[in-house]
């Protein structure tokens, strides 16, 4: 059995930043061997990919939304993978999902396996 726990999520202004972080675990899971990737799905709108990061760390990718604000990393020796969130946006407001995918597809979320069950990032103005 596999989970993804994400943690981190909350309410900050528009401009403040965030810290996401997601848990893995599974007896037979190994984390070191899995790309992971951060998704957000809005109200009334598809789920979207947001980062990718590969599984040794040494590569990482962004949706265009985000890039230049967020960065993605990982500790392999924690089982974690993080989400570092600045000068969000009212528009960044969504539930953020953690994902495990062993295929390079890293933006279609078809491709993910295992998911975590969200937490919520509420951007106010």
């Known amino acids: 059995q596999v989970q993804l726990v994400e943690s981190g999520g909350g309410l900050v202004r528009t401009g403040g930043s965030l810290r996401l972080a997601c848990a893995a675990s599974g007896r037979t899971f190994s984390f070191y061997t899995w790309n992971m990737g951060w998704f957000r799905q809005a109200p009334g709108k598809e789920r979207e990919f947001v980062a990718n990061i590969g599984w040794i760390g040494d590569a990482a990718y962004y949706a265009d939304s985000v890039k230049g604000r967020f960065t993605i990393s990982r500790d392999n020796r924690q089982n974690t993978v993080y989400l570092q969130m600045n000068s969000l946006k009212a528009e960044d407001t969504a539930v953020y999902y953690c994902?495990?995918?062993?295929?390079?597809?890293?933006?279609?979320?078809?491709?993910?396996?295992?998911w975590g069950q969200g937490t919520q990032v509420t951007v106010s103005s």
């Open positions: 994902a495990a995918t062993k295929n390079n597809l890293y933006g279609d979320s078809s491709q993910y396996p295992y």
